[in-house]
């Protein structure tokens, strides 16, 4: 008895030099997996483990492009495809100055579990960009994307892998993508998903990670009797899932008392208002300005270079980055009384501060559950173009809800089973684990 998970974490640590970001979402993954690989020898016989550490398929490329200035510019694209075991590898793209390998890594792995997870089909995978589109004009980030998707397009495909956003990827840069696509291949077939409404997207795709992860503490707080009406909640970032965290957190009768970005957190405490959100929304989604002018605009307070984590509230949504969550955050949020956290970015909290949440039994919901309604809801539009058809706003929101409380019910399950009632971690881990793993078993060694 007892498989032994470390030697294979040691081999990918070895083997993968220089991914610490890769090795922390591998760690987390396969410890609390142990128990399935005990129950499921023939999981451990068909090598499962050290076949879904390794991706199907790595591709790097030269991405060069032209300024505004006429200057040539290099960056690195890449796209990591995971694992299609369950469906067409699909994951998003996120251009921000801080990519390399090993976070495109860390979030394809995150992928396969988050979308196993959806009930839908869809395999793992990631991509993107060193690519800075902070301060760039318009014409600069339609270049930089032709030039992306001129080495891309040959890789994807509507059944083969089904690229979307994430940070710096959104409506403006799916466009671009999709356009260029669409002259490279002749084909106008749907291949990227967030895409606009009148050239195949779906409504609430905007909305649904921010839905999905308030949805999901909605459901945590169900099973001590409680909801979000009345809960003082702080919100991490002010990006697409930060907005729509807000949006829906007011609509259940909550309160966010913050918001921020990588320069400070702005603290409301009378709260961020409709009114005041779709100011916030103009400021980040059109003029891409700085969240420290909503303290100047609404007289709220502005902690320069600091996150939101010390700030007293019930609920916490990361809703930034990884790792954005450290030890002494935890501590923080947990002296302060915070007894709820729902992920809306992918692993942004440390493996110390998950291990605080988890003695405290709080409840944390990850973030390849708590934010899987914004993959759902891509693979819900996905069946709309395969369909040639869109659903109204009241049908695809309701779908949202309804895969977020199956995946919800399917943590409690899993977690129950293996003897470990609360703990969403294992939860979401072993579930979205053992439908892949029992996928991989069914197609052989491939
Ligand atoms: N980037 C999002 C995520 O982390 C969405 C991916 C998608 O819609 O394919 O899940």
Same mark, same amino acid.
């Given at each position: ?89 699909? @994951? ?26 959806t009930t839908l089909p869809m395999?793992? *995978?990631? @991509? ?36 979307a ?8 840069? /799916? ?15 749907a291949?990227?998903t967030g895409k606009a409404l009148e050239w195949g997207g779906s409504l609430i795709r905007p909305e649904a990670t921010g839905y999905g992860?308030t949805y999901f503490?909605q ?22 899932? *930060?907005?729509y965290?807000?949006e829906k957190?007011?609509l259940l009768? @909550? ?49 320069? @270079? ?13 809703? *930034? ?47 390849? *559950?708590?934010?899987a309604g914004g993959v759902a809801t891509s693979g819900l539009e996905m069946s709309q173009n395969s369909m040639r058809l869109s659903w109204s706003r009241e049908e695809v929101d309701s779908r949202l809800h309804e895969i977020m409380k199956n995946i ?21 881990? /072993? ?16």
């Open positions: 008895m007892g498989y032994d998970i470390k030697s294979v974490i040691n081999n990918v640590v070895v083997n993968n030099p220089g991914q610490p970001e890769f090795h922390q979402a591998v760690k987390e993954v396969l410890e609390s997996i142990a128990p399935v690989m005990d129950r499921h020898p023939e999981f451990a016989k068909a090598k499962i483990l050290e076949r879904i550490t390794e991706p199907d398929r790595v591709i790097t490329f030269r991405v060069p492009w032209v300024d505004d200035k006429g200057e040539v510019q290099v960056n690195r694209g890449m796209r990591v495809q995971f694992n299609n075991a369950i469906g067409p590898y699909k @994951g998003g793209l996120r251009f921000h100055p801080t990519v390399y390998l090993s976070i495109i890594k860390f979030l394809g792995f995150e992928q396969i579990f988050k979308n196993a997870l395999g793992g *995978a990631k @991509g993107g960009s060193n690519f800075d589109p902070k301060g760039k004009s318009d014409n600069e980030v339609m270049r930089f994307c032709q030039s992306f998707m001129r080495e891309l397009f040959r890789h994807i495909g509507p059944d083969t892998d089904v690229p956003g994430d940070i710096g990827v959104g409506g403006r840069e /799916i466009g671009f993508l999709q356009g260029y696509y669409k002259k490279l291949a002749n084909n106008n077939g291949v990227l992860a503490a459901e945590m707080l169900m099973t001590r009797g409680e909801d979000i009406k009345g809960k003082i909640c702080t919100v991490s970032g002010s990006g697409n899932v *930060a907005q965290t807000v957190v007011n009768g @909550g309160k966010v008392v913050t918001l921020s970005d990588s320069n400070g957190t702005i603290y409301d405490k009378d709260g961020i208002s409709e009114e005041k959100l779709a100011w916030v929304m103009e400021l980040k989604n059109v003029r891409r300005g700085r969240i420290k002018e909503y303290a100047d605009k609404f007289k709220a307070e502005y902690r320069e @270079g600091k996150r939101p984590w010390s700030v007293k509230c019930d609920c916490a949504f990361p809703s *930034a980055t990884q790792n954005e969550v450290e030890e002494k955050d935890a501590k923080e949020l947990l002296k302060n009384g915070c007894y709820v956290v729902s992920e809306g970015a992918n692993m942004p909290s440390t493996p110390e501060a998950v291990d605080l949440f988890l003695e405290k039994k709080i409840l944390y919901g990850p973030g390849k *559950a708590a934010n919800h019910k399917a943590c409690i399950e899993a977690a129950q089973e293996y003897g470990q009632p609360g703990n969403y971690v294992m939860g979401a881990n /072993i579930a979205g684990f053992t439908k892949v793993a029992k996928a991989m078993l069914d197609h052989g060694i491939v």
